[in-house]
Each structure stands twice: as C-alpha cells, then as structure tokens.
C-alpha cells in the first residue's frame, strides 16, 4: 500500500501554495512522483520537498511540470507571480491541493494517456483555434498527432521528413578510409543548414541519430580522438537543444543543452562551456525567466577569455533578461555594454562559437527587448531593419522577425501594415513548422480583434484559421 501523502498547507506561503498547485496538476494526471521524475529527469525528493513548501521551486522545475502536465503555463505564470512577491491575499482563496473539479480536469482530450514523453521523444506544440475565436497551444504528442492528422497522412509526412533530414553525402567523405569524425562535423553543417531552410520537424531525428553513433564512436576511442567526439556530442546536443527551442518544446530543449553542457565539462573545453552557458541564457529568455537568463548570462560572461567574442555573446542575453524584469535603465545600459565588448573584442579566428555576433544581431535583440518594455514603434522599426539586412539563407529568421515586427506594429496601432507583415510571417511558419513564428502568430491574432473591419485584417484571420488545426 502507497504512503498516505503529507498533506499540504496552500495558504501558509506563496512559496506553499505554488507547491500545492503542482502537486494538484500532478494528481489530478494520475502520476505519482516516481513516474512524473522518470519523465521529466528530476530528483523525487527535491520534487516532494517543493510539493510541500519546503523548499523553492527552480524556474526549469516548474516548467517541467507544466509541459508534462499540460498545464497551460498555469504554473510558470504563477511561478512567476510568486517570485514578484504576491501576497497570500492576491492568490485565488481555497485549498489548492483537495479543490473540487480542477482545471486539470478541463477538455484537454491529447493528454488523456498519463505517461509523458521522454525528451528525446517527438513532441510538438500545435497552435489550435479555440471555439471562443482564439489561437491557443495543446501539447501533442506523436500517438495524438497521428490521430489528428491520420494514419496515412503521418506516415507520408513521416517519410518525408526522413529524406528531407538526411544530407546530402559528400564522395570525398565517404570514400574509403573516411574519418568518422570528419564526416560528423561536415554532416552537422548540414543539418544547420537544412534547419535554416525548412525548420526543425526535418532535422531532430537525424541530430539524434548522429548523437547515438558518437556515442557508440567513443567506445573504442580514447586520447584526442575521443575528446575530439564528446566535443561534437556536446556541439550535437546544444543543436539538439535549439531545434527543440524552436519548436517551443522547452522541457526538452532543456534536457538536450543540459546534456551539451555535461559533455563540454567532459571534454574539458572551456570555450564550449561558456558557450552552452550563454545559450542557456537565451532559452531562459524565450522562457520569460528574467532571474535565470541574467544570472546564466553573467556567469558565462565572467568565463569568458577577454576581449572575446562569446563575452558580448552572453551580455546581449543577459541585456533582454534585465528588459524582462522592466528594467528600462538596466537593459540599456547591459545592451551599452554588448557593443562595447563587441568594438573592444579580439576574438580567435580559429573559434567557430558566436561568429554570427554583429552589430545588427545585437540590434534584432535589442529590438526584441524594446518590445518587452512596450517601446512597440521602436521595436518595429528594429525589426524591420534586422530584415533588411539578413544574410541569405536565414529563411526562418526572418520569419520570426516578421512575425515579431508584425506584433510591434499591432501594438502601435498600424494594424494594415501588420497584417500585411503577419501574412508574409505565416507563409514561413507554414514552410518551417516554427514555433517562435506560430507564437507571434497567435499574439498578433488576438491584439488585430479590435481592427477586423480594417483592411488586411481579415485576409490574415482568415489565412491563420485555415493554417491551424480547429479545436475538435
């Protein structure tokens, strides 16, 4: 027989209450804390002390539960709140933890199977047109998307995807006596480059596949060849860990740059794990965790060699983590700071980390930045800019900064010329499968309600609805 669980005391803390709701979501899914751990790879005791209010819960803690949970963003919202400061009297009053219907309870039908994913699984986060007329995200798994889309549709699309993620061979490569190590690096800047073009749907599982034969490499490997791969697991990874950010999936781009940053400290390249730090940061931006994206930034910082370029790297992520927190002053100052580095650098020509930091990427950010602080014409003249001036080939990026400029411009007011940038961001969205893009998307559909008689507005409504699955 099970050990009666301890019960909870919701209204002694902020910090208590937080730990009664995500015991709440946890229930209510039919998980116990040993299968929730096993699925989300954290410490039971750790989870049953936060559960409680013993003990605080860590940002990547709470968005586990989230995302295993479907919870909606529920509990990072409420993460979030607690760690502003909220008050006992400004949290919903009753006991979170013995409730009666909860909103885990709610027609969420895709997650009626209580075991969740693995990271290394395939996972998506689909944007779905609710009944009331909104665009919302349900987390599918891949036993849901096949019941969505149809056995046959998936098993095309899954083929596809195959031959679209295997790259092109190179003769030179793969003739004999190639050098496997060789081969992983050429076959990774394709991969980069398959990302870029067509999104991350194409190219996750070829990385994984790369990834497992590293591993089987390092068996029979030791000495400089051997670093030489746990350096490419960790370069593998941390891509892994971007094209899951991507996808908007970020438990499991958490997962994949822990495990970069794991093979960097076995590597013992220093450069890399500065690195995966900086990139850190920037995943707990797209996270909206303002504490985690400065501290990491900061710490990568203070690692990196100076007058290095992975130094500016980490100050510009740290810069939108102090924007987050609406610290006007405090994010002008860090974004001050990036282009001092970046004039003052004398970078490694032989590093390949960071090479794409320029003054006009820390603009993009910047204007990225401008847009958390409600600067939304200034934002969209930013924006507008860093499109100008993308290099060829970064065909989901300048989706992503369309979509961004296309809020920015809602936002101020000029609702024909964002519906006209939302359309142009909705074809690479449909083209990449970007999460980033669908997410702008789905921000713009709502602030664009107050202007559907205008021109323009309507044609991208409509253009969205028909891109998104209809909530059954």
């Keep these: 027989m099970g050990q009666r669980p301890n019960d909870l005391t919701p209204h002694a803390s902020p910090q208590h209450y937080l730990g009664a709701e995500m015991r709440a979501w946890r229930t209510q899914r039919g998980l116990s804390l040993g299968k929730l751990s096993r699925s989300i790879l954290f410490n039971t005791s750790y989870m049953a002390r936060v559960e ?129 190590i060789e081969l992983l690096q050429a076959t990774r800047r394709v991969l980069i480059d398959n990302d870029n073009l067509f999104g991350p749907h194409r190219v996750i599982p070829t990385v994984q596949q790369q990834i497992a034969a590293i591993k089987e490499l390092r068996a029979n490997r030791r000495g400089t060849d051997r670093r030489k791969l746990l350096q490419l697991q960790t370069q593998y990874s941390e891509l892994c860990g ?17 495990e970069a940053l794991e093979a960097s400290h076995m590597a013992g390249d220093d450069e890399l794990t500065t690195y995966i730090l900086a990139r850190r940061s920037q995943l707990a931006g797209d996270m909206n965790d303002p504490i985690e994206a ?25 810069a939108h983590g102090h924007a987050l927190r609406n610290d006007q002053l405090m994010a002008q100052r860090a974004y001050e700071h990036a282009r001092e580095l970046l004039a003052k650098m004398d970078p490694d020509p032989s590093s390949p980390w960071g090479v794409w930091l320029d003054g006009a990427y820390i ?28 290099p060829a080939g970064y065909h989901r990026d300048r989706g992503v900064y369309l979509g961004r400029e296309a809020v920015s411009l809602a936002r101020a007011g000029e609702a024909e010329q964002a519906a006209s940038a939302g359309l142009q961001a909705l074809a690479v969205a449909k083209e990449t499968g970007s999460d980033r893009i669908a997410r702008e998307l789905a921000q713009l559909d709502g602030v664009l309600d107050q202007w559907h008689t205008v021109r323009g507005v309507s044609d991208f409504k409509d253009a969205l609805t028909e891109a998104v699955l209809r909530q059954a």
């Design 52 to 180: 409680r209010g013993g003990q605080a819960a860590s940002a990547d803690l709470v968005r586990a539960y989230d995302d295993a949970l479907g919870a909606g963003g529920s509990l990072v919202r409420l993460h979030a709140s607690v760690l502003e400061g909220i008050s006992l009297e400004g949290l919903p009053q009753g006991d979170v933890a013995n409730r009666g219907p909860h909103v885990a309870n709610g027609s969420v039908a895709l997650a009626e199977k209580p075991e969740t994913q693995a990271p290394s699984e395939e996972g998506m986060s689909v944007p779905v047109r609710s009944d009331d007329g909104r665009i919302i995200f349900v987390s599918l798994s891949r036993r849901a998307l096949i019941g969505a889309l149809g056995a046959g549709a998936a098993i095309a699309a899954a083929s596809d995807l195959s031959a679209a993620a295997s790259p092109a061979p190179r003769s030179d490569l793969i003739a004999s006596g190639a050098d496997p």
């Design 242 to 258: 971007w094209l899951y950010q991507d996808l908007g999936d970020f438990r499991a781009a958490q997962h994949w740059m822990r």
């Design 294 to 318: 400065v501290d990491v930034a900061e710490a990568a910082e203070d690692r990196a060699a100076p007058r290095s370029r992975l130094a500016a790297v980490a100050a510009t992520y740290g």
């Design 363 to 390: 603009d993009v950010q910047r204007a990225h930045s401008l847009a958390a602080l409600g600067d939304h014409r200034g934002a969209a003249a930013g924006f507008r800019d860093a499109i100008s001036r993308l």
